[in-house]
Every structure is written in C-alpha cells, then in structure tokens.
C-alpha cells in the first residue's frame, strides 16, 4: 500500500456473550461445530475498577473498561492513549432518563445522567488506570469502527506512545430499539503502537480509498454474522478473526463521503 498508515498490534481484548476474553473466542473458532452462544448479556469483570464504582458504572462502561484492560496487558496504561467508540453508548441508562423525563422530570438521577455523556467509558478508563493520558470519544453510527481505527492509526507517530482503541455497544433497550436496534452486547479493544516498538501479534497497514463496492468485510466464519450484523462494535470481528486464527487477510471498512479504510492484517505470532 503506497502512503500507508503502519502499526503494530500488540494486543487484543474481547467482551461478548458467552466469551469473556480473546481466549475464549479464539478457543471457540478451533471448534468448527460450536454454535454461536446464545444470549444478548456480556458477564464483564472489570476488575480494574473500584468496587463502589464498577457497582455504580453502566454496563457499557463496564464493557469499554474489561476489554481496554485485557489488550493493554501489562503494559503502562498512564503511557497509553485511548480512542473509546460508540455507536449508541448505554441504552439502557438513555431509555431511562427518558422515560423518567416523560413520567416524573423531578426523578431523573443524578447519577444516571452523568453516566449519560459520551465519553463516561474514557472518563472511568481515566480514574480507573489512573491515567492523564489523552482520550477521544467517538460515535460514527453503525459503521464507525473504519473511522475509529483511523483515528487511533492516525495518533501513531515515531516516538509517540501505543494506542488503545476501543469499541463496544450494548444490546438495545426500551424504546430505542426501533431506532438503534442493537441485537446483542459487544466490545472489543486493540493496544496499537508505532512499528518496531514491541512484540507484536500482528503488523497492520492502512489507507484511505475511493469506496468501490461493497465496503465493510464480513468474517469468515458464517457463524459470527449474528453479530457482525447486530452490533456496530461487532464491525472489528473479522480482524479479532484473522489475528487469533493467525490468517493474513484484507478488509474494508467504510469511512463515508465517498471513502472506505483498507487494510492488511499480518499475524506474526
């Protein structure tokens, strides 16, 4: 690719229903006749939070904050910046501070509307690691992952420290789910870096293209349409697929106006 975007892929972070980390999608993917786990919730730790926080965060937080912290591994998260994405944030808390808005104003929580903001997933990875490192909190609809990993290809400079990216969406709620329907929990993280800067699972390279065609690739394996198709965050499956599979493979995603991000993916161990 001429004038491409490079990057390492130094880890990876899955939060799904019925696979409570990389290792366990990868573990099912060896297994050709597994069915898809059924289900919409995700279980996820996030044992990096305080015990009075994680009780009080939104599931999606929750979510973001357990896959963030699997890719990063151990790596120094006060050095790592941090691009979190969102297609519909928590619909759950949304749905209810609407319904209370149009049944009782005067009860709306507090605590729910914090939660509410964009960007509350980097603002408790933020305390959580406590890190000062810069975030970005992104919401590009259904097909936002294309435009979310180039922003984090894009802060990847020579000297500039890796980047996280993070996307989730949960299974939509109340009556939302006709406008953002969103079949199942989903989330999923990358730790990138700078080329040559650390043991790498896979090298990335990327650029932005003219859309021809159909845009965003789909998996391989048929059984992660559900998914793929169901949540916006899902959209980063195929390349969980090729880097646990360890299968070099290229794919699309698009960008709008007329764009779409390519990308080649090669495992390296």
Request: glycine share 8%; charged share 15%; with cysteine.
């Amino acid at each position: 690719m001429s004038g491409a975007l490079a990057a390492d892929l130094l880890g990876v972070g899955v939060c799904a229903p019925g696979m409570a980390d990389a290792d366990a999608l990868r573990a099912w993917l060896t297994h050709a006749d597994a069915p898809l786990p059924g289900g919409r919730d995700a279980q996820p730790a996030a044992a990096r939070m305080a015990a009075a926080e994680r009780r009080r965060a939104p599931h999606s937080v929750r979510m973001a904050v357990e896959t963030a912290t699997q890719a990063l591994g151990a790596h120094d998260a006060a050095a790592v910046g941090a691009v979190f994405a969102s297609a519909y944030g928590d619909m759950a808390n949304a749905d209810a501070i609407l319904t209370a808005l149009a049944r009782a104003p005067q009860e709306v929580s507090p605590t729910r509307f914090t939660h509410s903001v964009h960007n509350a997933a980097a603002g408790h990875w933020s305390m959580a690691s406590a890190s000062h490192a810069a975030t970005t909190a992104l919401a590009g609809g259904s097909e936002g992952f294309g435009g979310a990993l180039l922003a984090a290809l894009l802060e990847l400079q020579p000297q500039r420290p890796p980047q996280l990216l993070v996307v989730y969406d949960v299974a939509d709620a109340g009556a939302l789910a006709e406008a953002a329907p969103c079949t199942a929990d989903f989330a999923a993280a990358l730790l990138l870096a700078p080329p040559g800067t650390g043991a790498a699972l896979a090298r990335l390279r990327a650029e932005v293209r003219a859309r021809r065609g159909t845009a965003a690739t789909p998996p391989v394996d048929a059984r992660l349409l559900p998914w793929w198709q169901g949540n916006p965050a899902a959209r980063a499956l195929p390349l969980l697929e090729a880097v646990l599979c360890r299968r070099r493979h290229g794919f699309t995603w698009p960008l709008g106006s007329g764009t779409l991000l390519a990308l080649d993916c090669e495992p390296v161990r």
